[in-house]
């Protein structure tokens, strides 16, 4: 069965840090969604990707994140520096139809960061 | 702007219990889409079931069954005779197309807990 992959699946590093996550979704899904789940809350969108395009970034703290899916396949979502408030679960999901009509999101095991 | 509330933060139950998790959401879409998604404790959100706005029909898969009602705006997820496997923490989410996107919107969750 296809999965949405992430890596790393765990990751510390210092404040002041640069940090990287790596997304490869589902083959053939042409939506890609970066979410951050801070620990006891539900996923917040962060940004969503249709092919190698933006659709929505306004959530994203766009002074120190950066998120860029250059060949429309996979993704990297940056962190530069890496904040006390950053730690958290960072998600990757991936659908099927554009955004223009709503598919099923599937979502990879994400990747935790603690910033110490 | 969009709302879900998931009201009860902690469940236990024991084993062979039925449990019923409660979801109510707010939207001015006419269309719009609902989601259950579960998070055992190794942190992938895992997809049960998407209902669209425009069908109210119930389902039922294994032990699982939903209860969909847009005239209280409820989206309730029932598991009959719980297992301690079904222990984690569950989403109910809310999305809709926006002319920038299909960002979902989650509720808090639900930590359920199955004991033998």
């Known amino acids: 069965e296809a999965e949405v992959a992430q890596s790393p699946r765990y990751k510390i590093t210092e404040k002041s840090q640069a940090v990287a996550f790596w997304c490869d979704p589902i083959?053939?899904?042409?939506?890609l969604y970066w979410y951050r789940q801070i620990l006891g809350q539900g996923p917040e969108l962060l940004v969503q990707f249709q092919d190698e395009s933006v659709v929505d970034d306004s959530q994203l703290p766009k002074d120190r994140f950066s998120a860029e899916r250059l060949k429309g396949v996979d993704s990297t979502l940056k962190i530069q520096p890496a904040e006390l408030g950053d730690s958290a679960m960072y998600l990757c999901?991936?659908?099927?139809?554009?955004?223009?009509?709503?598919?099923?999101?599937?979502f990879g095991p994400g990747t935790r960061l603690l910033v110490l | 702007a969009q709302k879900v509330t998931q009201a009860q933060t902690e469940i236990s139950v024991v084993e062979k219990e039925d449990v019923t998790l409660d979801c109510v959401y707010e939207t001015r879409d006419t269309t719009y889409y609902l989601f259950w998604y579960k998070q055992p404790p190794s942190g992938e959100l895992v997809f049960l079931i998407r209902?669209?706005?425009?069908?109210?029909q119930n389902e039922i898969s294994g032990r699982y069954s939903w209860n969909f009602q847009k005239s209280t705006s409820s989206f309730n997820f029932t598991i009959t005779a719980s297992q301690v496997v079904d222990s984690a923490v569950y989403f109910c989410a809310l999305g809709a197309d926006f002319a920038s996107g299909s960002r979902l919107t989650f509720g808090e969750g639900t930590q359920l807990t199955v004991n033998p």
């Open positions: 999901a991936s659908s099927l139809y554009p955004s223009g009509g709503l598919g099923t999101q599937y």
């Open positions: 083959s053939g899904h042409a939506t």
């Open positions: 209902r669209n706005s425009f069908d109210e």
